[in-house]
């Protein structure tokens, strides 16, 4: 750190910077208008639409995105495709921080953010799906939180307890993975309780299904669309078995997305049929419905496989973004746009300008803090006094 | 164990809650059972 | 308690014509268990054929709740002219609805039998009582708004605009009244009799017996005894109820019955979902050791495979090596035996004949 301590104070006003700065100032500013004027001063909620970007995306698309997190560890740690190893790290520094923001931006957005722990340690409600996604996130945190320590054990050169920690890392994998199954089904849960307000194409008793699935390739796309990020911009912290491993690792997810997509194009087609559902197709809702499961998740697919098959690495990372943006707008649909879909366009919401701006300052945050952890932790790279495990 | 219940919301937030526990006895038991079954699986 | 405000006759008559005489609103949970509800809770019937637009209920909430004082008066009814619903300091609001004649029709909280907002809320700040009112404990709330989501009638509301302390606002059913004994204050309020308190199971059979007794007057629905599992406040009508923003496609099936599905997904993933894991995980462990021992038996192989083919080069070449060395001896010896023989043919002779 000390070292490079010259060059930072030299490379200060970059354009990346600047532009950070910004962000960051106004989110400081939109955080004080939040925590003094209430959420009100800052959003367009109102009382028929009480959940808005804060939840659809920064919640959301938040979590469904972090995916790579268990994703990856589990290709690695439990189905023993020792190929991804290299991946294993920035996916669960990615799923740490994805979870770490999702849970800031709660504090924003709930009333009495100092009141979050009450489901867990005051009152437990028992009976709402929102418990049992708070407890699963919790969880989730905490073991992200443990699965990454090794990182920084090994930057602060704390030997022994790394040592107990990378112990553990089946059995922390085994749990990330259950209580990633559970609270990415149950966000999906979350709708079934007002099958009245939300359209019937988007509702399903297959919701949790959906979400579930969809998060698992959402994830692998995460993986390949960061990589490919990072491969631009911080490629000089990555070693040579992160160079070597990183095309394969593209093409084994670009791989196992495509045919996961297939399959949750399968349970969508199912659930369309078992409900009956097929004259809303016609609608305008139905075209709205087409554009995000043939345009967005069918499409792509498709062009993972021609990335595969020809071992296109561009093909697959722009498969990748799209599926990416398909995800995104999936839960919007499901949160927003598709959500309260009978009520009158005048009553209907749409994210105030601060409210975007908020989430986009939170993403930022993420951004910085991603890759301040990358310069400096061997995350990109393996520590030289500790070689794959 | 004999709590009447007028409504299916009382109802499930008991039954729900008796059932989160035994999940977290599930999720301690299990490794352990399966630390007691492989602990004397000869190293090769 | 009783009904109030209409003197109450002919209940037995109602029951016995049947029309009444299922359970109302009977939740089902899991395995078959039916639940119908707190026994003789209250309820208010709301007929809205005798609402007469006034107001006086919206008065009597503010007054009964301490709520502060709306912008325009209360006897000022040019506010019925927009759509209104019930919001963070307005807990219930007349709308008009201009048909052949104008309809009016009271708008608050329903109180559920099996309460979407309770069901949904993580921290248990909402609770069906006994008396039937669902009341909410502010100091649980944490101000998710996830009740404001699940409400099928879009009844709860936030202070949006508070930054410390906001709270879900909601209709109350005047619960500490009921406790009293006293009836709410919309119903004691109301001067057209459209309002009427009292056990739910009585209302319902009173509301079909109305509509037995005047069939031109009411459709044939008593909106409430099974929308979403039945809710305490009930409405009779004279034209379709959706004709007044009253949603017909609400299903009858309650909140908890929608969320018991997945709820119940949960513990069998944490059941299962470790022992598959464990089980690949096994199993690729396996593969891996397998593959480990069979590259180790191949490398041995090879080494052995190795070491014969070199120990059979060696023998092979230590053969000829052999032969080539017992031929140059030979040789040397022929040699030198010839040469001996050139130079001096006798001694050798002579050494054979010794
Ligand atoms: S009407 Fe809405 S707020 Fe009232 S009890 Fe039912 S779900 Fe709760
Ligand atoms: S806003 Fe409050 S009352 Fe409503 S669900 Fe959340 S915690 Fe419960």
Redesign the interface.
């Known amino acids: 750190m000390t070292d490079n301590g010259g060059q930072t104070v030299r490379k200060l006003w970059t354009p990346f910077n600047v532009i950070v700065g910004i962000i960051l100032a106004v989110g400081g500013v939109l955080t004080l208008m939040r925590f003094t004027q209430g959420i009100g001063a800052v959003t367009n909620l109102d009382n028929n639409n009480p959940w808005g970007v804060w939840i659809g995306f920064d919640l959301l698309c938040g979590v469904a995105l972090a995916a790579g997190g268990y994703v990856t560890s589990a290709a690695c740690y439990i189905f023993g495709l020792k190929r991804y190893h290299s991946a294993v790290r920035p996916a669960i520094l990615t799923a740490f921080l994805g979870y770490a923001l999702v849970v800031l931006a709660l504090h924003y957005d709930v009333g009495r953010p100092w009141r979050l722990p009450y489901p867990i340690f005051v009152s437990q409600g028992t009976s709402s799906l929102l418990f049992e996604v708070g407890l699963c996130v919790f969880l989730y945190l905490t073991v992200l939180f443990i699965e990454f320590t090794p990182a920084a054990f090994e930057w602060l050169g704390l030997k022994k307890i790394r040592a107990v920690v990378v112990k553990l890392t089946l059995i922390l994998t085994i749990f990330g993975v259950v209580l990633s199954t559970l609270h990415q089904s149950s966000l999906g849960a979350l709708f079934m309780i007002a099958p009245s307000k939300l359209h019937p194409l988007w509702y399903s008793n297959y919701l949790p299904v959906y979400f579930f699935i969809s998060s698992m390739f959402a994830g692998m796309s995460m993986v390949i669309f960061e990589s490919t990020l990072a491969h631009r911009y911080l490629s000089r912290h990555m070693d040579d078995t992160h160079h070597r491993q990183a095309f394969g690792v593209a093409m084994g997810f670009a791989k196992a997305a495509a045919f996961v997509m297939v399959g949750y194009l399968s349970v969508k087609l199912v659930g369309i049929a078992i409900d009956g559902h097929w004259q809303y197709l016609t609608t305008g809702w139905g075209m709205w419905y087409l554009v995000e499961v043939i345009g967005c998740v069918a499409l792509p697919a498709v062009l993972f496989a021609m990335g595969v098959r020809e071992k296109n690495l561009k093909f697959v990372r722009w498969a990748a973004a799209w599926t990416v943006f398909g995800i995104v707008l999936n839960r919007l649909n499901i949160s927003m746009i598709a959500f309260n879909y009978h009520l009158p366009s005048d009553q209907r919401y749409f994210p105030s300008i601060m409210e975007i701006g908020t989430s986009v300052f939170i993403v930022t945050l993420g951004i910085v803090i991603y890759r301040f952890v990358t310069t400096r932790m061997p995350v990109l790279h393996e520590h030289p006094d500790y070689p794959a495990h | 164990m004999n709590t009447l219940f007028f409504t299916l919301h009382d109802f499930m937030v008991h039954t729900k809650g008796v059932t989160y526990l035994i999940m977290g006895g599930i999720l301690v038991a299990l490794p352990l059972f399966w630390w007691f079954l492989t602990e004397r699986d000869d190293e090769n | 308690m009783g009904i109030s405000r209409r003197k109450f006759i002919g209940c037995l008559g109602a029951l016995a014509l049947g029309q009444a005489a299922g359970v109302p609103g009977t939740?089902?949970?899991?395995a078959g268990?039916e639940?119908?509800?707190?026994?003789d809770s209250l309820g208010v019937l709301h007929d809205i054929t005798k609402c007469i637009g006034c107001r006086q209920c919206e008065s009597a909430c503010h007054r009964v709740n301490n709520l502060p004082a709306p912008e325009t008066a209360f006897d000022d009814l040019s506010v019925l002219d927009q759509k209104r619903?019930?919001?963070?300091d307005v807990f219930t609001v007349v709308n008009r609805f201009d048909s052949d004649r104008p309809v009016f029709v009271k708008t608050q909280c329903n109180h559920c039998?099996?309460?979407?907002c309770?069901?949904?809320?993580?921290?248990?700040?909402f609770e069906?009582t006994?008396e039937g009112a669902v009341v909410y404990d502010e100091s649980?709330?944490?101000?998710?708004?996830?009740c404001?989501?699940?409400c099928?009638f879009?009844i709860?509301?936030?202070?949006?605009?508070?930054?410390?302390?906001?709270?879900v606002t909601k209709c109350t059913l005047c619960h500490p009244l009921l406790k009293e004994g006293k009836r709410p204050g919309c119903v004691d309020a109301c001067p057209a009799g459209a309002l009427i308190s009292g056990k739910r199971d009585e209302l319902i059979a009173y509301a079909w017996q109305r509509i037995q007794t005047f069939p031109e007057r009411y459709v044939s629905h008593v909106y409430g005894e099974h929308e979403m599992?039945g809710t305490s406040w009930l409405y009779l009508s004279g034209q379709p109820f959706s004709r007044m923003g009253m949603?017909e496609?609400?299903?009858t099936?309650?909140?908890?019955?929608?969320?018991?599905?997945?709820?119940s997904?949960?513990?069998i993933?944490?059941?299962l979902?470790?022992?598959l894991?464990?089980g690949?995980?096994a199993i690729?462990?396996r593969?891996?050791?397998i593959a480990a021992q069979e590259k180790q038996a191949a490398v041995e192989q090879a080494v052995v495979q190795s070491r014969k083919q070199a120990q059979d080069q060696l023998e092979t070449l230590r053969k000829k090596w052999e032969q080539e060395k017992q031929s140059a001896i030979n040789f040397e010896v022929k040699k030198a035996l010839e040469e001996a023989a050139a130079k001096d043919p006798e001694p050798s002779q002579t050494k054979e004949d010794e």
């Open positions: 939740a089902k949970g899991a268990k639940f119908s509800g707190w026994p619903r019930t919001d963070a039998l099996e309460p979407a309770a069901s949904a809320c993580f921290v248990k700040a069906k006994p649980l709330c944490v101000g998710c708004r996830y404001m989501v699940a099928p879009n709860p509301a936030y202070e949006y605009h508070k930054a410390l302390d906001p709270r599992g949603r496609d609400l299903g099936k309650s909140a908890p019955e929608l969320t018991a599905g997945p709820l997904a949960v513990p993933v944490v059941g979902w470790p022992v894991l464990t690949v995980y690729s462990k593969k891996e050791k």
